[in-house]
């Protein structure tokens, strides 16, 4: 037989029986459709929680901290390590006894050669002074990457991050503002605030001025002045973020690279001449995909470092992702389960009052498969109505509820969004799905068809 | 008897089993019937003629000895063959015709084709000859509801030769007419007999019939045949 007659043949026998396929399909319809909706919200909150990450590029980050003890899952091992955990190992690092491999540049330079990292840069804190009007105060400047800014990392009372890594403009924070004699936090962004740093140098022109003067200026430091434009004023910086923020001015890296400054993240970092071996509290490594992550990771641990990576937080989102599919496909499911049990209950009707025109095929000539093949064509007919039905009933109705949680959301003050996600492969696979299980479902009776013995359907009654 | 006979059945038997019961519908029936000839059988009720005619048209498989067509052993064709066997070698015409009400006279026809795998426009064209030449054209596109009972057994005929069949196989095909409608079936089927050389073995109770047009006539008793008689020879 020809696959054109057997959809012909399915096509036919359904449209003879309208009522009937269509109640048929109507459950398969609603089975499809809770499925796809359940679904699509699940792969909705996921997209948002996961594109919420990817935007801001942070699955691409890894955290290298000096001290091999990392946050990586199952690693922890000692159980009062929870809370203090992350702060403790800060402590750790500044630790001048600390015996494990320093972080320092040939480090870097290590960490760079491996496969997969794209770039490799100190988070680095500066010792400042910062001066607004007349008041001036001492505070450790932090240097973010504009885009790691942007990642959420920081709570933003007003005004927003550096639009790059260039400009010399900064965020403060509310508390250090309000020190400052600041204005309030919604007046503050474009203020003007004048950094100061100190540098330690060695060179000739400020040896001979340190012979030649005496004093306060005895010391081989020079001072620096910049100025910067407040953009954004921060509510609680602290431990919540991927990367540790102690500092209550953040600047980004561009501008802190055209300053001469003093790296003061570590205790060594005094001591150590300018360029040389200074070493870095910690170090954020940027890989060129979030599978890199994991292969990169395991390489810095194995050269003592410690590691902190969002990505291994995901796993744990993952994870908590698939329990929350499981459930609303098991919810999903038991429309279509009914919906098969509908489509069995239908195949074996038709195939009780075609039973006479069975034993006719047969007697014409049509083998067991060419039976079997003629209802399941039947069954995968109403399975594929039903997926295509059943897709646009879900996609209608996630609509409709996506519009009802807006409007509640909205109401409260969150932003428009998608909580319903209908990928491509979604789509195809509810359509595939559907089709399949009804074909599942037509075993049976099909099979029963492809048995029937011609000689007792044809007998005469 | 023929000795290379184009139907041959050697100790031909069949056992029906329901439940405990087991019902000998054939003992052992030895035949051999020569191409182009017209066969009459008759009997009883009950008597085994319909199991006789199913087994030769592998509608059935029998409970012991053998069934050979052309050569070719029957009896021992693997299911899918015995298919292909129905499909291409029988035609069988049935007391109470056996068509798709669902469909038209010429869907009917072209029924069988669709398992062949024939193309639609083919089908329905070759349906179309075979209603022209049982002289139902005109009625074609009537479902078999709003048909006669000869005419829907002239589309029967015209479907049993759509496959262009060696065989015609008729177990009872006046059964439900009246006896003018009933001769002119059987003379469609001598005609076709005569005319295409189909070999044609046709059950039927009625003696006058069977006398006009067999070549020769088999009875049947309790499954075994119990007579067999000559009224032709064919050159
Ligand atoms: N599928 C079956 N299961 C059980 N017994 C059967 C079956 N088919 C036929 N028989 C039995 O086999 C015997 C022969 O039946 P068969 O139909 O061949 O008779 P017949 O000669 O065609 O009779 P009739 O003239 O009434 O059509 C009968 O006793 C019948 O009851
Ligand atoms: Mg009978």
Redesign the interface.
Known sequence: MRISDYIGQAGGNLWKKKLRTFLTTSGVVIGVGALVCMFAFGQGIQRNITNQFKKLDLFNYISVFAGGRSNRPGESSDPDDHGGHRRRRMRDVQDVNHPGPQLNAQALERIRTIKGVEAVFPEMRFPAQIRLGSKEMFTLIQVLPAEACRSGLIKLRSGACYASDEPNELIISDTLLHRLNGPDPEAAPGTKIEVATLTLDFSLANLLRMAFSAGAQALPFTRETYAFTVVGVAGQIGFMGPLPLQSDVLIPPGAAARMRKLSLTSVWDLFAPAGGGANYSSVSVRVDSPQDVEPVQSQIEAMGFGTFALMDQLRHMRVGFLIMDMFLIAVGMIGITVASLGIVNTMVMSILERYREIGIMKAVGATDGDVQRIFLFESGAIGLLGGLFGLGLGWVVGLIINEVINTLMVRQGAPRMNYFSFPWWLCLGAIAFSILVSLVAGIYPTRRAARVDPVVALRHD | MDVDGFIETKDLGKVYTFGAVQVAALRSVTLSVARGRLIGVTGASGSGK?TLV?LL?G??RPSSGSIRVDGRLVSDLS??EL??Y???TIG?I???F???N?YTALENVA??L????V??KDRLQRAEELLRTVGLEARKDHRPTELSGGEQQRVAIA?ALV?QPQILLADEPTGNLDSKTSRQIVEILSDLNRHRGLTVVMISHEQALLREFADEVIRLHDGDVVDREVLRQKP
């Open positions: 319909s199913n048209g509608l059935d299911k899918k298919a292909l129905r499909r291409n069988m049935f007391q109470s056996n068509l798709v669902a029924f069988p669709l398992f062949a795998g193309a639609k479907r496959n």
